[in-house]
Structure formats: structure tokens, C-alpha cells
């Protein structure tokens, strides 16, 4: 059974940075994409938003970002450790949320593709 773990997230003030890392757990056969999505306090039926995603098939480590991260946050693929890291720099009180991990698995030769979620860190960003 395929698991996803983060870490990372925490109480920061305007301007810092945090590191959150997600990591696979169990086998499966293939990974096509990792990313992370969040989702504002307040808004728990807003859909998540998309923050970073990093394609593994078919284009090899492209990454793509909201709007609103762009040059602040930058998203890496450990494919020997199977783990994620979501690098947040100039943090603002906007990113604050509880992201999420997400990614699209194979998990046999003969199996769909599924999407698994993590469990959810908080971040929050004082000002």
C-alpha cells in the first residue's frame, strides 16, 4: 500500500522559510507526478489549490508552479529516496494553509493510475 508522509511545516514569520518533504512509502511501478496543493483556513469547501508539481512521465523533472509562488517557491524530486521537497522561500501570510501532498501512482504493471494524498501539514505565516 503506497503512503504518502510529509514534514516540514510550522509557525514562521513574513519573509522566512520553511521546507516541507514528502515522502513515498511502499512499492509501486511507477510515479508520474508529485506535487503539493493547499488549502486555506476558512475555506474548507474551496477546492485545493495547486502550488507546484513536478512531472516524472513523460517529461523527466518539469516543474510548474501557481502564479503566486513563482520565484519565492521551488519544488525537487529525490527519485532514489522516492521524497518530495518543497523548498518556501519569502514566506507571506497569503501561503498560509495546510498543503498537501499529492501524486499519481502505478502501483503494478497491470493497475491503474491513482491518485494518493498525504496527510496534510500546516503552515502558517505570521506578519
Known amino acids: 500500500q503506497v503512503q504518502l508522509v510529509e514534514s516540514g511545516g510550522g509557525l514562521v514569520q513574513a519573509g522566512g522559510s520553511l521546507n516541507l518533504s514528502c515522502a513515498a512509502s511502499g512499492s509501486f511501478f511507477s510515479m508520474y507526478n508529485i506535487g503539493w496543493y493547499r488549502q486555506t483556513p476558512g475555506n474548507p469547501g474551496k477546492l485545493r489549490e495547486l502550488v507546484a508539481l513536478i512531472t516524472v512521465i513523460p517529461r523527466s523533472s518539469s516543474a510548474d508552479y501557481a502564479d503566486s509562488v513563482k520565484g519565492r517557491f521551488a519544488i525537487s524530486l529525490d527519485s532514489a529516496k522516492k521524497t518530495a521537497y518543497l523548498q518556501m522561500d519569502r514566506l507571506q501570510p497569503a501561503d498560509t494553509a495546510v498543503y498537501y501532498c499529492?501524486?499519481?501512482?502505478?502501483?503494478?504493471?497491470?493497475?491503474?493510475?491513482?491518485?494518493?494524498w498525504g496527510q496534510g501539514t500546516q503552515v502558517t505565516v505570521s506578519s
Open positions: 499529492n501524486s499519481n501512482i502505478r502501483q503494478t504493471v497491470g493497475s491503474g493510475v491513482y491518485a494518493y
